[in-house]
C-alpha cells in the first residue's frame, strides 16, 4: 500500500486550503467555517469533490501546519512536500528532508526557496501567480479611475433633479455654438494617461499594479527597500526614487506593503505634507500603513485630492465613521481580492501541479 504523502505547509489563512482539499482529518470546525467563507459563490463540498478526484496520488493526505522556521525543519523529516509564503527552503531543511518531491512558493517569486539547491536535490520548485494579486491590481486601477472620472460622485446623476441634489444646477450650453459633452459641468476629472503613479513597495501585487499604469500611460515610481537591478526596472518601465521624491512628484500614491511593525504608520503627517496637493492615494494593501488621524487631517485640510480604503481600519465600519463623512473618501468591504473563485482556482493548480511533482 502506497504511503500517505505528508505536506508541511506554512501557517497562512489562505494556504490552510491544502488542509481543507488534502486531510481528511482535518478539524470539522475549520471545514465548516471555509465551507462558509465560500457559500455566497461555490459549494466547498463539489469542489472538493472535483478536485480530489483529479489528484488521487496526492489524496489523501496529511497536512501538518507549521508557524516557525523552528517548526518546518522538525516536520520535514518525513515530508513528501512543502508550501510556504515567507519560510525558507534552503540547504540546511533540504538536507533535513530525504523523502522531499517538491517544494511550493504560494506565489510568483520563489525568493524562500533556494532554487539552486532544489535542483541539485531534484525537488521541484512550484510557484504560482495567484489570480487574487491581479484582482488586486486590477481592483486598484478600479478605484483609480472611480476618482479620476468621479464615478463615485455621478454615476445615476442623469437627471436635472438628480445632479441639484449634490448641487450641480443645470445649465446648457448654447448647442448653436458649442459641443455638449459633459452638460453637468462636472470640473475636476482626471486622467491616468500622463499622470505619476507612486507606488511604495513593488512585490507581486506592487508589479501587476505597475503593469496596468504603464499599460494606462502612467509614469511609474516606486520605492522600497531593495532597489531592482537595473535591466529588470527598464523592462517593468519603472523608476527607483526616494520616498521624499516619490511623494513630491506622484499624482497617486499607492502604498502595497505588508502588515508589521515596520510598515505600521509609515505614512503619517510628515509623509502627507510632502505630498503633492491634490494628489490621491489607493489604499489596497494594508490599513494601518497610513496613520488614521494625520489621514482625515489632510483630506479635511483639502491637500489631499482624494483617499480610497479596502480594506478597513475596521470592519465593519461604525456608520459614525469621520471618513464615511468626507466626499472625497471611497471605502469598499474588502473586495480587491475578490471573487472567492480566484482561490479555488489557484488552489486546483496547487494541487494538480503538487500531485505532477509527487507522481515523478
Not at 91 to 112: D, I, T, W
Not at 224 to 232: I, V
Request: with cysteine.
Amino acid at each position: 500500500m502506497p504511503e500517505t504523502p505528508l505536506l508541511v505547509v506554512e501557517e497562512d489563512r489562505f494556504l490552510r486550503m491544502l488542509q481543507v482539499v488534502l486531510d481528511p482529518d482535518i478539524p470539522a470546525e475549520r471545514y465548516a467555517a471555509f465551507k462558509d467563507f465560500f457559500a455566497h459563490e461555490a459549494d466547498l463540498d463539489d469542489y472538493c469533490a472535483r478536485v480530489r478526484a483529479t489528484v488521487p496520488g496526492l489524496f489523501p493526505a496529511r497536512v501538518q501546519m507549521v508557524e516557525t522556521q523552528e517548526e518546518l525543519r522538525a516536520a520535514l523529516p518525513e515530508a513528501h512536500g512543502v508550501a510556504v509564503e515567507a519560510l525558507t527552503v534552503g540547504r540546511e531543511e533540504l538536507a533535513a528532508a530525504p523523502k522531499l518531491k517538491f517544494a511550493q512558493k504560494y506565489g510568483l517569486a520563489p525568493a524562500p526557496i533556494d532554487t539552486a539547491a532544489c535542483a541539485e536535490r531534484g525537488v521541484a520548485v512550484l510557484t504560482i501567480r495567484r489570480r487574487a494579486n491581479i484582482a488586486c491590481a486590477e481592483h486598484a486601477l478600479a478605484l483609480m479611475l472611480t476618482q479620476a472620472r468621479k464615478f463615485d460622485r455621478f454615476i445615476g446623476r442623469v437627471t436635472v433633479n438628480r445632479l441639484a441634489e449634490i448641487g450641480h444646477h443645470y445649465k446648457p450650453f448654447d448647442r448653436r455654438h458649442t459641443p455638449y459633452s459633459n452638460w453637468g459641468r462636472v470640473g475636476g476629472i482626471r486622467m491616468l494617461h500622463g499622470a505619476t503613479l507612486g507606488l511604495i513597495g513593488l512585490g507581486e501585487i506592487g508589479r501587476e499594479i505597475a503593469s496596468r499604469a504603464v499599460a494606462f500611460g502612467m509614469r511609474v515610481l516606486y520605492f522600497q527597500r531593495r532597489r531592482l537591478p537595473e535591466d529588470e526596472e527598464k523592462a517593468r518601465d519603472v523608476t527607483y526614487a526616494p520616498l521624499d521624491t516619490l511623494l513630491a512628484e506622484a499624482d497617486w500614491m499607492v502604498p502595497q506593503l505588508p502588515e508589521g511593525p515596520a510598515t505600521r504608520h509609515l505614512i503619517g503627517a510628515p509623509q502627507l505634507a510632502r505630498l503633492k496637493p491634490g494628489a490621491f492615494i489607493v489604499n489596497v494593501s494594508r490599513p494601518d500603513v497610513i496613520e488614521r488621524a494625520a489621514l482625515i487631517d489632510a483630506l479635511r485640510s483639502g491637500r489631499l485630492g482624494g483617499f480610497a480604503l479596502d480594506p478597513l481600519y475596521q470592519a465593519p465600519t461604525p456608520d459614525d465613521d469621520e471618513l464615511l463623512q468626507l466626499k472625497n473618501v471611497i471605502m469598499v468591504p474588502h473586495l480587491a481580492g475578490a471573487p472567492r473563485l480566484n482561490a479555488l482556482a489557484d488552489f486546483e493548480e496547487i494541487v494538480t501541479g503538487m500531485a505532477r511533482a509527487l507522481a515523478r
